[in-house]
């Protein structure tokens, strides 16, 4: 598959404000390592899932890929070139092409603007249309595109007079307008009723056939991701522990935190969640990574040697891998 987006150990590192007496006193100022090391390549029209609990990087890594945030090491490119090293103008031209949807559609739409012009604000902003019957034409085929019938009736319509749904589908149809080639979407349907998410779910998938659209989709729900996904990312304290084909990480997961995340997946056939299968504790603070393996404080596999090495990120089995002392022949 042909690359679209290639991270290269990216990194996001914050410093943390401290207070006058601390500095006075010369005490080092703490840096929360929110994406820390982390490396992957998306296909043309790949579904890339990057899962994990809430605090591992998932989001910030998505936001340093679109330079939302900048990062603070590392490489992303996009076609082959760096994003870091983008002029304004070009800059430009790249968040045309590579778009987010959030979590949120009711908080990432303006409530005082009309269906008509949130998707037509980002063809004016880069003054895409030569005449109103084209700008007409081009926010009503993407209001198709996200799913919206007879999108004309919808022109003047306000956020608060369409369902979850159809705000979704709206934002959707903001991120289209513009003909994206990749599209970061961070939980975009955690907000949303059972019943409505799969419909956005399909859309995506419907979207990347017919476009050829790549996503990096976000989310904390490893079913969801193995439903739409082609491959899967697991992130944990801004790092990638494993990184696998979609059915490869749910039905062999090498890694025991995917192991941990695997186990809590409802099933028609489990019933009862085992304690065994339950994580401990919380993600530790990213401002105090735990030393050797980041994750030992809470595998119930840990060994003393955990606690010292940090585990090499290796290909375990063929486009399969993790990085756990466990697994070193
Ligand atoms: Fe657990 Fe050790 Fe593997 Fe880390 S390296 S996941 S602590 S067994």
Known sequence: MQSLVSVDQLEVHFAVRTGFMQSMFGKETPVVRAVDGVSFELGKGEILCLAGESGSGKTTTGKAILRLVEPTGGKVLYEGEDVRSYNRL???????????????????????????????????????CRSLAEKEERVAQALVDAGLHNPRELFLRYP????????QRL??????????????????????????RAGILKLMVDLRDKKGI????????LSLAWLVSDRIAIMYLGKIVELGSADKVIKEPLHPYTRALVSVIPTPRRKVITQQSLLKGETPDPVNVPA???????????????????????????GHFAACHLLDS
């Open 160 to 167: 608060h007079e369409l369902s979850g749904g159809q705000r």
């Open 90 to 128: 070009r800059l430009r031209a790249f968040r045309q092409e590579a778009q987010i949807i959030f979590q949120d559609p009711y908080e990432s739409l303006n409530p005082r603007q009309t269906v008509f012009s949130t998707v037509a604000e980002p063809l004016e902003v880069n003054n895409l």
């Open 214 to 221: 790549g996503y990096l989709f976000i989310t904390h729900d």
């Open 292 to 318: 050797g393996c980041r994750f030992h404080p809470r595998c119930p596999e840990a060994k003393p040697r955990c606690r010292e090495a940090v585990p090499l990120y290796r290909e375990v089995r063929p």
């Open 171 to 196: 934002a959707i149809a903001g991120a289209l307008v513009l003909d994206p080639k990749f599209i970061v979407a961070d939980e975009p349907v955690s907000m949303l009723d059972l019943s409505i």
